[in-house]
């Protein structure tokens, strides 16, 4: 039999600092855990998935709460997720894909026309505006670059 690929599927960090919420409460159990399953179970992750939520959202223009600080908070507890293992979690095979806290709603509303589209959309039709990365993927895209 061949090697078993292994993959550690984590979502909904929601990092954010703010006085009231102490997220080491369960970030640093989450740590110790994933140790622990280590050493218990042999756990080793090939790949690291994050699906959504990385962030807490653009709430307001200082610092703390801007989308770009949420995100040094979150690449800072990912990273810690990938070394925890004796075997680290490459950072080639951490994929994060972007859920609805992960994105400016100013920028956002910019381009309404998306959703509408994709409602009526084919999957061929997403796959082509994708494998072209013209104007259209490129305006569709920009609204995930803050």
Same mark, same amino acid.
């Given at each position: 039999? +061949?090697?078993?690929?292994?993959?550690?599927?984590?979502?909904?960090l929601?990092?954010?600092?703010?006085?009231?919420?102490?997220?080491?409460?369960v970030?640093?159990?989450?740590?110790?855990?994933?140790?622990?399953?280590?050493?218990?179970?042999?756990?080793?992750?090939?790949?690291?998935?994050? $699906? +959504?939520?990385?962030?807490? +959202?653009?709430?307001?223009?200082?610092d703390?709460?801007?989308?770009?600080?949420?995100?040094v908070?979150?690449?800072?507890?990912?990273?810690?997720?990938?070394?925890?293992?004796?075997?680290?979690?490459?950072? $080639?095979?951490?994929?994060?894909v972007?859920?609805?806290?992960?994105?400016?709603?100013?920028?956002?509303?910019?381009?309404?026309?998306?959703?509408?589209?994709?409602?009526?959309?084919?999957i061929?039709?997403?796959?082509?505006?994708?494998?072209t990365? +013209?104007?259209?993927?490129?305006?569709?895209?920009?609204?995930?670059?803050?």
């Open positions: 039999m +061949g090697k078993l690929i292994t993959w550690l599927h984590l979502s909904d929601h990092a954010w600092q703010r006085s009231n919420w102490d997220s080491n409460l970030l640093e159990p989450l740590l110790l855990d994933l140790k622990r399953m280590e050493s218990d179970h042999q756990l080793q992750p090939d790949f690291l998935f994050f $699906t +959504g939520d990385v962030a807490f +959202g653009q709430m307001a223009d200082k703390g709460d801007r989308l770009k600080d949420q995100y908070l979150a690449r800072t507890f990912l990273s810690r997720v990938c070394t925890i293992f004796k075997n680290e979690i490459p950072s $080639t095979r951490v994929f994060i972007p859920g609805n806290h992960d994105v400016n709603r100013k920028e956002a509303e910019a381009f309404p026309q998306l959703a509408p589209w994709l409602e009526e959309a084919k061929d039709e997403v796959f082509a505006m994708m494998g990365a +013209g104007s259209p993927w490129k305006a569709h895209m920009k609204r995930l670059s803050r």
